[in-house]
T-cell receptor, first 112, second 110 residues
Framework: NAGVMQNPRHLVRRRGQEARLRCSPMKGHSHVYWYRQLPEEGLKFMVY????????ESGMPKERFSAEFPKEGPSILRIQQVVRGDSAAYFC??????????FGPGTRLTVT | GIQVEQSPPDLILQEGANSTLRCNFS?????LQWFHQNPWGQLINLFYIPSGTKQNGRLSATTVATERYSLLYISSSQTTDSGVYFCAGCRETSGSRLTFGEGTQLTVNP
């Protein structure tokens, strides 16, 4: 059973560009979570989704950030007009229910 | 939301030593997990342990839910144990969002 997959693993964007991060949950998992780890800091919750629904987005910045988990395909975290402060590691996790969360390898975003 | 406090923040050991890492929660949690972030940045699930005791090889964990703390034991440490250890939890009323502690940076020297 493959683990949580994230791509790309590394992403470099210039200020003002858009970043799209993809997450494929483990097989049989319908709950997806996104977390962000800023340099030298712990992980912070961003958003919790189930298929076609955003359940909790209390950790998402109000502007430029959006997330979706469509009926088909991976979950997408989208950051518009990136700024240097968006440079971080973005982790996706999945779970079969509200239980143990399994984390992907992360996407390291660098904004130049 | 809940507050998660980990101790110690840093720990340096010689290979073969044992250690105990602690995690305190400001409120009761219904999901508690321990993770190891290796030097390559990957988060490895160690334990899902809302209560009780579990063991996996040289690692074991104990959660005392009524007193809102959890302990991670590492025995006979190896250099590959180096990295950051995080605990994280969530409350029933907080949905499923995990709140992480600041981590314990462990360095095991040969």
């Amino acid at each position: 059973n493959a683990g949580v997959m994230q791509n790309p693993r590394h992403l470099v964007r210039r200020r003002g560009q858009e970043a799209r991060l993809r997450c494929s949950p483990m097989k049989g998992h319908s709950h997806v979570y996104w977390y962000r780890q800023l340099p030298e800091e712990g992980l912070k919750f961003m958003v919790y989704l189930q298929k076609e629904n955003i359940i909790d987005e209390s950790g998402m910045p109000k502007e430029r950030f959006s997330a979706e988990f469509p009926k088909e395909g991976p979950s997408i975290l989208r950051i518009q007009q990136v700024v240097r402060g968006d440079s971080a590691a973005y982790f996706c996790a999945s779970s079969p229910a509200r239980s143990e969360q399994y984390f992907g390898p992360g996407t390291r975003l660098t904004v130049t | 939301g809940i507050q998660v406090e980990q101790s110690p923040p840093d720990l340096i050991l010689q290979e073969g030593a044992n250690s105990t890492l602690r995690c305190n929660f400001s409120d009761s949690v219904n999901n508690l997990q321990w993770f190891h972030q290796n030097p390559w940045g990957q988060l490895i699930n160690l334990f899902y342990i809302p209560s009780g005791t579990k063991q996996n090889g040289r690692l074991s964990a104990t959660t005392v839910a009524t007193e809102r703390y959890s302990l991670l034991y590492i025995s006979s440490s190896q250099t590959t144990d180096s990295g950051v250890y995080f605990c994280a939890g969530c409350r029933e009323t907080s949905g499923s969002r995990l709140t992480f502690g600041e981590g314990t940076q462990l360095t095991v020297n040969p």
